[in-house]
């Protein structure tokens, strides 16, 4: 399954930082790794993203770094990871 940044999502803003956010929906405590595979980085944000080629366009939140954030080309996800709802 490959992922990839969504564009434009400076306007859909929660309450919360959405790193906040995805820590609540998923039940993780303390500061993730970036959840792109092979990159060593601490987390920064919580980067909205999409799956390639899938009928399923959903909007998701995974944590990423800055760096991996701005990358506009598909990557792989930590499988150790998870990914959660981006709705509001
Ligand atoms: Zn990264």
């Known amino acids: 399954m490959l992922w990839k940044n969504l564009e ?3 306007d859909h803003k929660a309450s ?3 790193l906040d956010v ?3 929906r998923t039940g993780y405590t303390g ?3 970036c959840g792109r595979k092979g990159c060593g980085n601490t987390a920064t944000l ?3 993203v999409k ?3 899938s009928t399923d366009n959903s909007w998701y939140l995974l944590p990423l770094c800055d760096s991996c954030n701005k990358l506009k080309d ?3 996800k930590k499988e150790s990871i998870s990914v959660a ?3 509001k």
């Open 8 to 10: 434009g999502t400076g």
């Open 16 to 18: 919360k930082a959405w």
């Open 22 to 24: 995805w820590k609540e």
């Open 31 to 33: 500061t993730p790794p």
């Open 46 to 48: 919580g980067g909205h």
């Open 51 to 53: 799956k390639v080629g």
């Open 74 to 76: 598909p990557f792989e």
């Open 85 to 87: 709802s981006a709705a």
